[in-house]
């Protein structure tokens, strides 16, 4: 019950971050994507079933905020499962893998976003969305998984030591 409180408590911090001091800091109104860094790090450290519920609570916090429901829900959960079938490949200290899949996982988002909302509407300038959106998200998403990553390692750390004890 601790695990589930702590996460979903930094799970709404990431989203009032993101959705508010990190608009300030906007690089061409791009902003990173904190709450798929927390989808793709629980799913990789703990597993499928771990990424499928943050996941999909992350995917629902973005869809109440920008009015679809159940889209971003869908992606988000898809993204948290994915990446928990390479839980297996773990491994403690290394901050290789989990930039790797979260940009790749930041990379699907945007081309998965396109698809469903602009591609759908007659909006067909891929290029230029992988451009202007969908590349500046995955560097700026990338340079705040190096910082975030850690903190969610620790985070992760502490609350198995905590399981144990208890």
Not at 38 to 64: A, H, N, Q, Y
């Amino acid at each position: 019950m601790k695990r589930k409180i702590t996460v979903i408590l930094m799970i709404f911090f990431c989203f009032i971050l993101q959705s508010t001091l990190f608009q300030q800091f906007a690089i061409a109104s791009i902003v990173p994507n904190l709450l798929l860094i927390i989808t793709v790090s629980f799913g990789f450290i703990r597993g499928k079933k771990e990424g499928i519920w943050i996941g999909f609570l992350c995917g629902l916090l973005m869809d109440l905020s920008v009015g679809t429901i159940g889209v971003n829900a869908l992606f988000y959960t898809a993204i948290g499962y994915i990446n928990g079938c390479f839980y297996h490949i773990f491994y403690d200290d290394d901050i290789r893998m989990p930039i790797f899949f979260v940009a790749v996982s930041d990379l699907a988002y945007g081309i998965a976003v396109y698809a469903s909302m602009f591609l759908l509407r007659g909006r067909i300038n891929f290029f230029y969305y992988l451009r202007r959106i969908i590349i500046p998200e995955v560097l700026y998403t990338l340079v705040m998984t190096i910082l975030l990553y850690k903190i969610i390692y620790r985070l992760n750390q502490w609350l198995e030591k905590t399981e144990l004890k208890g």
